[in-house]
């Protein structure tokens, strides 16, 4: 009678929990040398937290192509500064800093670090 071996798990490694912000950007070629991929916006990519990087093309023939850093990108794509790579803004954390900023903010506070708080403009805004 033959027993089964008991497998043991092995357990995914763990990574560092302080992640980075996935980056978007975009491909703007401004002369295609080619003629297959044209002018403009002409790709799309995510910079991913291990930074690697994903691109696809917004063409007749898309495709997706996985790269190991946005160096690649540019130093196959760039066309000796035909093609930009354009960064696009990360709204949403903006949007945070902003929200933080404006409910930390006091238009008093900001008024008498300008003004002396015995002057007239002062006592008008400590009263208040």
Not at 60 to 86: L, M, N, Q, R, W
Not at 94 to 111: I, Q
Request: hydrophobic residues 35%.
């Amino acid at each position: 009678m033959m027993r089964k071996r008991k497998q043991k798990m092995i357990s995914p490694p763990r990574h560092s929990t302080s992640y980075k912000t996935m980056k978007i950007f975009y491909l703007k070629r401004v002369e295609d040398e080619s003629g297959v991929s044209g002018t403009g916006r002409v790709a799309q990519g995510f910079i991913f937290d291990n930074g690697k990087v994903a691109v696809t093309w917004l063409s007749e023939h898309p495709s997706v192509t996985i790269y190991d850093s946005i160096g690649e990108i540019h130093a196959i794509h760039s066309h000796e500064g035909k093609t930009e790579i354009i960064m696009e803004p990360d709204y949403k954390r903006a949007f945070g800093e902003l929200k933080s900023f404006v409910e930390n903010f006091s238009l008093a506070d900001a008024c008498l670090t300008k003004l002396s708080p015995e002057s007239a403009a002062g006592k008008l805004i400590t009263k208040n």
